[in-house]
């Protein structure tokens, strides 16, 4: 039952967006977010439009699978819009109905904080999809380290993400192994109302934590057996290179957010 | 109330990329009060046998009938199987979560919704099946006991539920040699009380040999072999060619047949290796 969950969004291939390196993707996403806030007007989201249907089309991903991560988001996404529909100030009255009015300006914000939604989530998106959870631990670090300096933990932190990614898989399997020893035992995980069914996890839960804990000591231990003293002068398995690719995606990038820029100034 | 399997498969994941056979074609019937020893190499489909044996996964073809209750048909109630079928896990004692002993024991009972004093009277029943003192360990936390004592404390978690059938998975792993012995002769004094069907996975083939009264060996996912442990371990090249031994006192019987001593070809148990090594040993002393 529990065995079936997939882990991450993570679509593993070997296309120009995979092979980029995962710091390049990192910092052309937070790029690429700037891009999103700097669209003035909702048909500029045009130019966004297109740098992400250009970036799904080279990494392979499906309209399909842009939309089901989208789909999360669907009520967030039509609060904000029935909000900024009915409630921003505006002149120009398009309907009217008793209190409620729908202003241009009004559905004008509506579909322009929709838009900058979903196009924020369908792109980062293309990061998760095509970057493994590893790559983007180890670009992670590597991009905090300068912060290390002031006493930023860089190093500690990409460890704790890479250890806690590696072992859910393992607390998924330890769960449905405790979860069916306690229906043997004729624990009902399935029926009765919500608080009926969070008492009914508490025989799950505490045996769970429990192994947790004890893998964490083991696992310390195992990691101090062979070593390891923290991220000082420890030298790395994947060593990562900027390439040719990652300066043309950097360009193209940071062209579009120019362009974007302009377009917003010329023809607001 | 014997365990009917018939033509039973099961797959992990059926129509997925990761889909795995993990039985193939399963028949066998398991009557009342035997002890069933179940072994095979690791992978082999053993533990996927005993969850089915309570219906915590659902065969993928083919039928398990405990005590004439279907357990893949709409209408059975998958406790009332539970009841009747005491499975315990490996390691055991990681499923503890109650604050003392006698919550966690009472866990099964309360479940099936008994009464009050039906349940500590079970409770108490149940650890003096497994040897634990109710006086002084009941009010106990379960995780201060011993590896050993914890074990035990889960193995009453599922006797409490008064199976009628018993399967053990791996009883003694982890154990050291003294709780291993401990728990293997509390396991024979459960059968020998009477009235349980007892099912015991292992791949220590020291332990089971003089346990058994019947042997079930499995090799990916199919029945290799079934018969009491006689007949079993007269099949050395079979069981090696599936990655299992025999007993040491069958496997040194064996070399001592190959160096040319005269001894019966089915000998399993140490004490009876020694008497026959004595009675030739005799003979020999006679000639000479």
């Keep these: ?268 | 109330m014997p365990i009917q399997i018939e033509h039973l498969t099961h797959t992990y994941m059926p129509g997925s990329p990761f889909s795995a056979v993990a039985l193939r074609d399963i028949t066998l019937t398991i009557e009342d009060g035997e002890l069933i020893g179940l072994l095979g190499h690791t992978g082999s489909g053993k533990t996927t046998l005993v969850q089915h044996l309570n219906g915590l996964i659902k065969p993928t073809e083919g039928k398990v009938i405990v005590d004439g209750l279907d357990i893949s048909e709409k209408g059975t109630s998958l406790l009332e199987v539970r009841r009747k079928v005491g499975l315990v896990f490996q390691y055991p004692e990681y499923q503890l979560f109650e604050e003392t002993v006698a919550k966690d024991i009472a866990f099964g009972p309360k479940n099936l919704g008994l009464s009050p004093e039906d349940i500590d009277q079970r409770v108490r029943t149940a650890m003096e099946k497994v040897g634990l003192d109710y006086e002084e360990i009941a009010d106990r936390s379960p995780f201060e006991l011993s590896g050993g004592q914890m074990r035990r404390v889960a193995i009453a978690g599922v006797l409490a539920m008064q199976p009628k059938v018993l399967v053990l998975d791996e009883p003694t792993a982890g154990l050291d040699p003294a709780g291993r012995r401990s728990i293997l002769d509390m396991i024979r004094q459960l059968h020998a009380a009477g009235g349980l069907t007892v099912i015991m996975v292992s791949h220590s083939m020291d332990d089971i040999s003089t346990l058994a009264t019947r042997l079930i060996v499995m090799s990916k996912g199919e029945l290799a072999m079934t018969g009491t442990p006689r007949e079993v371990f007269k099949n050395r090249e079979l069981l090696a060619s599936i990655g299992l031994g025999v007993p040491q006192a069958a496997e040194l019987a064996h070399q001592l047949r190959e160096a040319g001593y005269d001894l019966p070809d089915d000998l399993y148990t140490s004490d009876e290796l020694y008497s026959a090594i004595l009675k030739l040993a005799g003979k020999e002393a006679g000639v000479c």
Excluded at chain 1, 77 to 103: C, D, E, M, R, Y
Aim: hydrophobic share 55%.
């Design chain 1, 1 to 268: 039952m529990l065995r079936d969950i997939t882990l991450g969004q993570y679509m593993p291939g070997n296309t120009v967006i995979h092979r980029l390196d995962p710091r390049t993707k990192i910092l052309l996403t937070i790029v690429y977010i700037a891009m999103i806030f700097c669209v003035s007007s909702p048909v500029w989201y045009v130019i966004p439009l297109i740098f992400v249907a250009v970036c799904a089309k080279l990494s392979g991903i499906t309209f399909k699978q842009l939309i089901k991560t989208i789909k999360p988001l669907r009520f967030l996404l039509l609060i904000t819009f029935l909000l900024n529909l009915f409630f921003s100030a505006g002149a120009t009255v398009l309907f009217q109905w008793g209190f409620i009015k729908i202003t241009k300006e009004g559905l004008l914000t509506a579909v322009h904080f929709s838009m900058r939604l979903i196009f924020l989530v369908a792109g980062t998106s293309i990061l998760t999809l095509t970057t493994s959870p590893i790559a983007l631990c180890d670009g992670i670090e590597v991009l905090l380290k300068p912060l290390s300096k002031i006493g930023f933990p860089s190093h500690e932190l990409a460890m704790m993400m890479t250890i806690a990614l590696r072992f859910i898989p393992t607390l998924i399997e330890e769960a449905d192994k405790i979860m069916k020893a306690q229906m043997a035992r004729g624990a009902d995980f399935e029926s009765g109302n919500l608080f009926k069914r969070a008492k009914a996890m508490v025989p799950l839960l505490v045996p769970l934590f429990v192994s947790a804990f004890r893998r964490a000591g083991d696992l310390a231990m195992a990691m101090e057996a062979r070593c390891y003293h923290g991220g000082e002068g420890r030298t790395r398995l994947r060593v990562l290179k900027f390439g040719m690719i990652d300066l043309y995606a950097a360009l193209i990038t940071v062209a579009a957010l120019v362009l974007t820029i302009l377009c917003g100034k010329w023809f607001p």
